[in-house]
């Protein structure tokens, strides 16, 4: 795993590298990794159900000594869900006077859980004044490190997988804010990024690998680098994804179901 | 019921072998198989025109929450057609291609040629950055279909359009949601989003059936596939006399539980 404080230039041009330097695109890898998942459930047998389904997310991976309380908090959850909607605006090179009206504007036409409006809703105007200014500043960091996005590229936003396993008894769940390059390719082409309005702790690692493996299941392509921008300090922290760190993230998810 | 009903994980070369894989022939309903469709259904009470698709099937007979465009509505039908520009004879980047879509259909409204209620009527009221959210939400969609599509050898259109069937003297529609249509509407695909419901099988047997009676000579396509990215799966039924048939009775069932909740609403 790297570490780059402060990248310059485009984060997403970084992270892409030269084309001539990507490996060949790898179909094979996902089934065996889905059959060692779907071995180490089936051996839990009973414990699991499938009419109360066991969903694992990102947050399950991360060990709660390492979790960021900051970012659970409501607060925390409010500005980070505004600013993936910046992701999603940034990605299509919407440029915008005042991040924060438009980060709130595409939230709330996005159908946003009732909880964090109501807590959006109870802010008085100096709650939302803070607000406007971490947005706006989250945004800005935000702004420079995506720079320009050329149209040619295939990014999607806010890619959910939502992948059954055991017969449905476990429910992998994650969101990518932004993934960059098709699984169609002869290459590894697939950069998923993560963007966290935190500073990057140490559980960083295993929510790199939980993308990169959710991202392999659900395609049957390992995607070729998955990374983790913070818009509160402007730090990269990238990985190449392999066997070993797609095997990391399987023994992850298998601790989580245990447990 | 899984029977005639096909499960493989999602992947290029799963994609290929069921899009390309399809069988040579499908069954044609005759004339005899309409008429004993449109006697069932409407033997269903019903107090107004009614539509049956796969959703409600999957939904057993529910009705939906009243209709409200979100960007999530909205991205099948910006992202459709900016695939069908994206590669038609003057290709653009699909990202344009979306923004081309909004941009037309804004045009509608300025010039006065559309509804109330219609997208454009919606996305014309919309804030720049809601219409950008959108826009991101159609390039995800249509980013999706892409992947699905250039995973067959064979020549694919993106639909233009779902197919309807008027069901004679039942004062019912039947709908069949399709996205990509490849080899001459031999084999259908359906992009989904989420998880499948358990009950996806019915629905996709509904959308086969449908499908074939809304087809004028009543051919059935030879595979009605449903690929759902987000879970990572492929479910496809053939379209053979057993599938249609049970195409139909689901169609019918949810008729028959949406007479029913009707009824029990209106109690």
Redesign the interface.
């Known amino acids: 795993m790297t570490l780059t404080t402060t990248p310059t230039g485009s984060i997403l041009e970084a992270l892409r590298g030269d084309r001539s330097e990507r490996p060949r695109r790898d179909t094979e890898t996902a089934a065996g990794l889905r059959a060692i998942l779907e071995d180490g459930l089936c051996e839990l047998g009973d414990r699991l159900s499938r009419s109360a389904p066991l969903v694992v997310t990102a947050a399950s991976v991360v060990r709660r000594d390492d979790a960021i309380d900051i970012a659970r908090a409501p607060m925390g959850r409010l500005r980070g869900a505004l600013v993936a909607q910046l992701v999603r605006l940034g990605a299509l090179e919407h440029r915008s006077d005042n991040a924060f009206i438009d980060a709130l504007r595409a939230w709330r036409v996005d159908q946003p859980a009732a909880d964090l409006l109501q807590v959006f809703d109870d802010l008085d105007a100096d709650g939302r004044a803070r607000l406007a200014t971490e947005v706006c500043a989250h945004g800005a960091t935000l702004d420079r490190a995506l720079g320009a996005v050329p149209a040619a590229w295939s990014v999607r936003t806010a890619v959910r997988t939502r992948l059954p396993l055991a017969n449905g008894a476990v429910v992998l769940r994650d969101t990518v804010d932004l993934v960059v390059g098709a699984s169609r390719d002869d290459t590894a082409s697939t950069v998923l990024v993560d963007v966290t309005t935190s500073p990057i702790g140490s559980s960083a690692a295993r929510l790199l690998r939980y993308h990169a493996l959710a991202q392999c299941l659900r395609t049957s392509v390992v995607p070729w680098r998955v990374a983790m921008f913070s818009t509160a300090t402007g730090e990269l922290v990238t990985a190449d994804v392999d066997v070993t760190l797609l095997g990391a993230a399987v023994d992850d998810v298998l601790g989580v179901v245990r447990q | 019921m899984t029977a005639g009903l096909r499960l493989e994980?999602?992947?290029?070369?799963?994609l290929a072998r069921v899009i390309d894989g399809a069988p040579t022939e499908g069954f044609v309903v005759s004339g005899a198989n309409r008429r004993a469709l449109a006697a069932r259904l409407g033997a269903v009470p019903t107090d107004r025109h009614r539509r049956i698709d796969a959703w409600l099937v999957e939904r057993g007979g529910e009705p939906a929450t009243p209709f409200e465009w979100?960007?999530?509505a909205a991205r099948r039908i910006l992202g459709n057609g900016a695939l069908r520009r994206a590669t038609s004879d003057r290709p653009v980047?699909?990202?344009?291609a979306v923004r081309d879509e909004i941009d037309d259909l804004l045009c509608r409204v300025a010039a006065g040629r559309s509804r109330a209620g219609s997208l454009g009527a919606w996305l014309a009221n919309?804030?720049?950055?809601?219409l950008?959210?959108?826009?991101?939400c159609a390039?995800?969609w249509a980013?999706?279909l892409?992947?699905v599509a250039?995973?067959t050898a064979a020549d694919w259109s993106v639909a233009t359009a779902d197919a309807y069937y008027d069901v004679e003297r039942a004062r019912t529609t039947l709908r069949a949601r399709r996205d990509l249509v490849v080899g001459d509407g031999a084999v259908v695909v359906r992009l989904r989003a989420?998880?499948?419901r358990r009950s996806a099988g019915s629905g996709l047997r509904a959308d086969l059936a449908a499908a074939t009676f809304a087809d004028l000579d009543g051919r059935a396509p030879r595979r009605y596939v449903g690929v759902w990215?987000?879970?990572?799966?492929i479910l496809a039924v053939d379209g053979t006399d057993t599938s249609v048939r049970a195409g139909g009775r689901v169609l019918v069932r949810a008729a028959i539980a949406r007479s029913r909740l009707g009824g029990q609403l209106a109690a």
Request: no cysteine; net charge negative.
């Open positions: 994980t999602l992947s290029p070369s799963a979100t960007p999530a980047a699909l990202r344009d919309r804030h720049p950055a809601e950008a959210l959108v826009q991101a390039v995800d980013t999706g892409a992947d250039v995973a989420g998880l499948p990215p987000d879970a990572g799966v």
